[in-house]
Nanobody, 116 residues
Framework: QVQVVESGGGLVQPGGSLRLSCAAS????????MGWYRQAPGKQRELVAA???????NYADSVKGRFTISTDNAKNTVYLQMNNLKPEDTAVYYC??????????WGQGTQVTVSS
């Protein structure tokens, strides 16, 4: 019913920046919250940042001060601005969309690689 599509990943040098985008589309839904998770090889998936419709945000300690999550509610789109990227940020980043009265929906993931 709801499709979630991420974009914006890529290869960047340490200290560089990337901006991820995630758009949700479908019929008969209203978003409660959206967020970004990431998973590196051999590691558990972890929350990076999340934001509610009302603008309440939550960040992992490892990205505070470097990443910023924001939304365009009219477009059902969430962004993750990633600055001062570090090699340990390398992972597949997944977008999650939580729907009022419904399940969570996940994107396909986008690869972020931070390397010199």
């Amino acid at each position: 019913q709801v499709q979630v599509v991420e974009s914006g990943g890529g290869l960047v040098q340490p200290g560089g920046s990337l901006r991820l985008s995630c758009a949700a589309s479908g019929t008969a839904f209203s978003i409660y919250a959206m967020g970004w998770y990431r998973q590196a090889p051999g590691k558990q998936r972890e929350l990076v940042a999340a934001i509610t419709r009302g603008g309440i945000t939550n960040y992992a300690d490892s990205v505070k001060g470097r990443f910023t999550i924001s939304t365009d509610n009219a477009k059902n789109t969430v962004y993750l601005q990633m600055n001062n990227l570090k090699p340990e940020d390398t992972a597949v980043y997944y977008c999650m969309c939580r729907i009022w009265g419904g399940p969570d929906y996940w994107g396909q993931g986008t690869q972020v690689t931070v390397s010199s």
